[in-house]
């Protein structure tokens, strides 16, 4: 059957994400560079680069998964905890919380002179393995907090009778009820964080110490920006996209679990608990209070505490710039992600298997590494158009761009309910194009709230484009604390992460569902 | 002049078969058993379901393979006939651009539902989203109204009032109106008030052409 015209503009609204991921691959694999050798395979930095990228992105996603069901099985199970909604709120604070504002509170508490770091003669070292699965897990175990404790609020209250009836023991519910509800989720939870450790940048950047303990997002970053090796950097760029890509692509990513979505009411399972056990999910919640709150305290005593008060106009100009990108990005990826769901509406109930393939061009980008489409942009442009005069351009377009499968994955279940609702309405009312814009914007309107809070925080928090794109005199926020920490300026570089915290913090607050007050 | 040609619409496990024809400004009831095809019919004469063979006419004219917004035909659902995010007012602006706002407000008062202008459908009783939905409805500009059991959720004083004038508007504006109605009262009053009413029963038969399945016709 020919496409009737509606059908071929709705695809040209992927236009966009395609032709992005298109000049990343002219430039993957257009850019002048050395022979290729196959010999960069064998090289010991390559092989030992990739072991370490892969192992301890495998040690940061176990650890995640692991403690993250105790905490989610107290949220669960125990009757009376105190700000259980207030904790969802910071596992979301966690999880979304720029790098350097983790880091650099962790570099308070565990530095050389640290608050936490007691070992005298031989003091704890964050640099290397230790650090980075200390800050991965920080990153990480929320979003595995939330994904469990969502599961297992979906066993329905019958089940939990059910189990009591039929006095199971702890175990027997484990396997027969919480595990079960929790395995659908795990496939894709687990290559999730995986990913996430794998492509992780500013955490190895400056966590990692040193060659022992680098990854290849951070090594192509090196290759680019040290060693001017774009050859390098190709190569490398293609195996991190090959094995991000893959891995993602095998645990059935397709978009349809929410990963982030929570409920708005907390049921408590109906369960017999004893003292002890009720004791240990309080203990255990409590802990997870603690190593949530940690890193946050210590940004906040230091940045207070200190006697020296950074210097107001280079911040001002940094959290400007922030706000410009982070801004304009978010309000660019909005309208864009909300129009490349169109041809997925369009053929979703005659042609399912196009609608997969409409779905799959616009949330693509979410299983290339924002490092790698980065680098295929900066391959591709560097010969034609001076970068650093365009910056802010290449920030903000690749930003939207990052940003984009975000909307997408928000919106979808929103307006495929919305057509199944209300399309034969429409066919039938006729409104024009302009009225039928409206009807729908004013139906998405109150969840476009927190999701542009969600962009504005993801793109906040980029450090990979910045790093490659970005002007050292015109620092993003971000940028900033990562000079001032890497230089060991501490409190200074406390008081900018402190800012960076607030915006995150205020944004993440407007996002979740309403608080205490409405429980 | 509707013509229902040997419309054929193969759901299954089910077969339907449909044929009938209807003058311009005629009123047809459409009776039969639940789930034997009523609801079938007239989302396929709206153009949300395809036919899979046979022909639709109106005025001479093939409409059986139009998509519904191209189709001289407006229908009534069972459900979702308003948007919940829009109010009353917002709604009938919609779907009624083409009258003025104190034609609109005439129409529910006349329908006894003016008070909710500003209230959103959620905040409506279902016999009260009827109404609204059954007045855009109406009060569109195509020629041919379906209207799926319009009057279902109504009690009976208001039933009577919302019939009669769902009758003037259909005599007053000329249309044609094919009606799902599962009550034989308001089928009896509905002949009393029109002279040249005619009636088409959907009925599931068994299937004479050997595959056993039940057809529809």
């Known amino acids: 059957m020919a496409l009737s015209r509606r059908a071929v503009i709705s695809w040209l609204t992927l236009l966009p994400a395609v032709a992005a991921s298109v000049i990343a691959m002219a430039g993957l694999f257009g850019?002048?560079?050395?022979p290729f050798s196959s010999a960069f395979f064998t090289d010991p930095f390559f092989v030992h680069t990739l072991s370490f990228s892969l192992f301890q992105a495998a040690a940061s996603c176990l650890l995640s998964l692991a403690?993250?069901?105790?905490?989610?099985r107290a949220l669960t199970f125990h009757p009376r905890l105190l700000a259980r909604r207030w904790f969802l709120t910071l596992t979301a604070l966690a999880f979304v919380m720029p790098s350097f504002v983790l880091i650099t509170g962790l570099m308070i508490l565990f530095g050389a002179d640290g608050w936490l770091n007691f070992g005298q003669d031989r003091p704890w070292s964050l640099f290397g393995l230790q650090g980075i699965l200390l800050a991965h897990v920080y990153l990480n175990m929320p979003l595995a907090v939330r994904v469990m404790y969502q599961a297992?609020?979906?066993?329905?209250?019958?089940?939990?009778?059910?189990?009591?009836?039929?006095?199971?023991?702890?175990?027997?519910?484990?396997?027969?009820?919480?595990?079960?509800?929790?395995?659908?989720?795990?496939?894709?939870l687990a290559a999730f964080i995986f990913v996430l450790c794998f492509n992780s940048f500013a955490v190895v950047l400056t966590l990692g110490g040193g060659p022992k303990s680098t990854t290849l997002e951070v090594a192509i970053y090196q290759a680019l920006k040290y060693?001017?090796?774009?050859?390098?950097?190709?190569?490398?760029?293609?195996?991190?996209a090959l094995i991000a890509g893959s891995v993602l692509l095998a645990a059935g990513y397709s978009g349809k679990t929410s990963l982030f979505r929570i409920a708005q009411r907390h049921r408590t399972a109906d369960i017999s608990l004893s003292p002890t056990a009720a004791r240990n999910h309080a203990a255990v919640y409590g802990l997870a209070w603690v190593f949530l709150l940690l890193p946050i305290i210590a940004v906040i005593g230091k940045a207070l505490g200190s006697a020296t008060v950074v210097a107001i106009a280079p911040i001002a100009a940094a959290t400007a710039q922030?706000?410009?990108?982070?801004?304009?990005?978010?309000?660019?990826?909005?309208?864009?992600?909300?129009?490349?769901?169109?041809?997925?509406?369009?053929?979703?109930?005659?042609?399912?298997?196009?609608?997969?393939?409409?779905?799959?061009?616009?949330?693509?980008?979410?299983?290339i590494p924002t490092m790698v489409i980065g680098v295929g942009w900066f391959a591709f442009f560097i010969q034609k158009v001076d970068i650093n005069r365009y910056a802010l351009v290449f920030l903000i377009t690749l930003?939207?761009?990052?940003?984009?499968?975000?909307?997408?994955?928000?919106?979808?279940?929103?307006?495929?309910?919305?057509?199944?609702?209300?399309?034969?309405?429409?066919?039938?009312?006729?409104?024009?194009?302009?009225?039928?814009?409206?009807?729908?914007?004013?139906?998405?309107?109150?969840?476009?709230?927190?999701?542009?809070?969600?962009?504005?925080?993801?793109?906040?928090?980029?450090?990979?484009?910045?790093?490659?794109?970005?002007?050292?005199?015109?620092?993003?926020?971000?940028?900033?604390?990562?000079?001032?920490?890497?230089?060991?300026?501490?409190?200074?570089?406390?008081?900018?992460?402190?800012?960076?915290?607030?915006?995150s913090s205020l944004l993440i607050f407007w996002m979740e569902p309403r608080h205490a007050r409405s429980q | 002049m509707l013509e229902v040609n040997d419309v054929r619409i193969a759901r299954a496990p089910l077969d339907f078969h449909f044929e009938f024809s209807l003058p311009n400004q005629g009123v047809l009831l459409i009776r039969g058993p639940s789930?034997?095809?009523?609801?079938?019919?007239?989302?396929?004469?709206?153009?949300?379901?395809?036919?899979?063979?046979?022909?639709?006419?109106?005025?001479?004219?093939?409409?059986?393979?139009?998509?519904?917004?191209?189709?001289?035909?407006?229908?009534?659902?069972?459900?979702?006939?308003?948007?919940?995010?829009?109010?009353?007012?917002?709604?009938?602006?919609?779907?009624?651009?083409?009258?003025?706002?104190?034609?609109?407000?005439?129409?529910?008062?006349?329908l006894g539902v003016d008070a909710h202008y500003h209230k959103y459908p959620t905040a409506l009783s279902g016999g009260q989203r009827q109404r609204v939905g059954l007045i855009a409805a109406l009060l569109r500009p195509e020629p041919l109204v379906l209207l799926d059991e319009p009057f279902r959720e109504l009690d009976p004083d208001t039933r009577l009032r919302v019939i009669l004038w769902t009758l003037e508007q259909i005599q007053s504006l000329g249309k044609t109106l094919l009606l799902v109605s599962h009550n034989p009262d308001d089928d009896l009053f509905i002949k009393r008030q029109v002279t040249d009413v005619r009636e088409y029963v959907v009925?599931?038969?068994?299937?004479?052409?050997?595959?056993?399945?039940?057809?529809?016709?």
């Open chain 1, 31 to 34: 850019a002048r560079r050395e």
């Open chain 1, 67 to 72: 403690l993250a069901v105790p905490i989610a």
């Open chain 1, 152 to 188: 297992l609020q979906s066993i329905p209250a019958d089940s939990w009778r059910l189990a009591r009836q039929q006095r199971l023991s702890g175990w027997q519910r484990w396997v027969k009820l919480e595990w079960a509800a929790i395995k659908p989720h795990m496939g894709l």
């Open chain 1, 227 to 240: 060693d001017f090796n774009l050859s390098e950097a190709i190569l490398l760029s293609l195996v991190q």
């Open chain 1, 322 to 367: 922030s706000v410009l990108i982070a801004g304009t990005a978010a309000c660019i990826a909005l309208p864009l992600g909300w129009a490349m769901l169109w041809p997925l509406r369009l053929s979703r109930q005659r042609h399912p298997r196009t609608a997969l393939w409409a779905e799959w061009f616009a949330v693509h980008h979410m299983v």
């Open chain 1, 399 to 503: 930003n939207a761009l990052i940003l984009v499968p975000f909307v997408v994955l928000h919106l979808k279940p929103l307006l495929v309910l919305w057509d199944q609702k209300h399309q034969r309405l429409l066919g039938n009312w006729r409104p024009s194009p302009w009225n039928r814009f409206f009807i729908e914007w004013r139906f998405i309107k109150p969840t476009l709230k927190p999701l542009l809070a969600l962009l504005l925080v993801l793109a906040l928090g980029d450090v990979p484009l910045f790093a490659l794109f970005g002007q050292s005199d015109q620092p993003t926020l971000t940028w900033y604390i990562y000079r001032l920490a890497g230089t060991y300026r501490l409190d200074s570089a406390a008081q900018a992460a402190l800012i960076l915290l607030a915006l």
């Open chain 2, 35 to 110: 789930g034997e095809g009523k609801s079938t019919l007239l989302d396929a004469l709206g153009g949300y379901i395809p036919i899979d063979s046979g022909t639709v006419t109106w005025q001479s004219q093939a409409i059986g393979q139009l998509p519904p917004e191209k189709r001289p035909i407006t229908s009534l659902f069972q459900s979702h006939n308003l948007f919940d995010h829009l109010t009353v007012g917002a709604n009938l602006a919609t779907a009624l651009p083409h009258i003025s706002e104190v034609d609109r407000k005439n129409a529910l008062t006349a």
């Open chain 2, 203 to 217: 009925r599931l038969k068994e299937d004479h052409s050997g595959n056993g399945l039940p057809q529809s016709g």
